[in-house]
């Protein structure tokens, strides 16, 4: 009885084998698991790492850029870091929820042109505008009021003196209460 068991299990055992050796990305659904990892700068060039990956590693090239899993590597320039951050954190959205009207307070640098396009969480475009901003600190609206009730994504845009900076936001509409 017992070697009937052993026989059968080397059967689906062998059958498993010839399974991946035919389909060999099957193997692949988990690519990695990242226990932690950062960054460093060293002799000027900063390095991002991950530690605790699975054996299974990857390398995926662009042009300049080149990613590979688990591997110091120098980290390619314009990857908008810079850009949400300046957009983050000198536009400012207020209520946030909001049930009738939206306030954008902008304090940029110098003049550029806004453009805010509002989303639904099903990715459809609600509505759109944009506004020339002179100084960099005209306040701004957006009526909500005929919204239903729910989460959108607010992305803004700023071109400013050739570059472009982006950013999103989420956008709590409550009812009029």
């Known amino acids: 009885m017992k070697t009937k068991k052993i026989k059968n299990h080397l059967k689906e055992a062998g059958l498993l084998c010839i399974l991946f050796a035919v389909f060999p990305f099957v193997g692949n659904a988990q690519r990695t698991v990242n226990a932690t990892g950062g960054s460093a700068n060293i002799s000027g060039n900063l390095y991002a790492y991950s530690i605790g990956e699975m054996v299974l590693v990857g390398t995926e090239s662009?042009?300049?850029?080149?990613?590979?899993?688990?591997?110091?590597q120098a980290e390619g320039t314009g990857l908008g870091i810079e850009e949400e951050t300046l957009l983050a954190e000198s536009l400012k959205l207020y209520p946030n929820p909001v049930a009738n009207t939206l306030y954008l307070q902008p304090n940029f640098p110098g003049s550029g042109e806004l453009s805010l396009k509002l989303f639904d969480l099903r990715g459809r475009l609600i509505m759109q505008q944009k506004a020339d901003l002179n100084s960099g600190t005209e306040r701004q609206q957006m009526d909500l009021s005929s919204l239903q009730e729910g989460t959108y994504l607010l992305?803004?845009?700023?071109?400013q003196g050739g570059r472009s900076y982006d950013h999103s936001f989420k956008i709590l509409k409550r009812g009029d209460y």
């Open 62 to 72: 662009s042009g300049t850029l080149v990613v590979t899993q688990g591997v110091l």
């Open 155 to 159: 992305q803004a845009s700023l071109q």
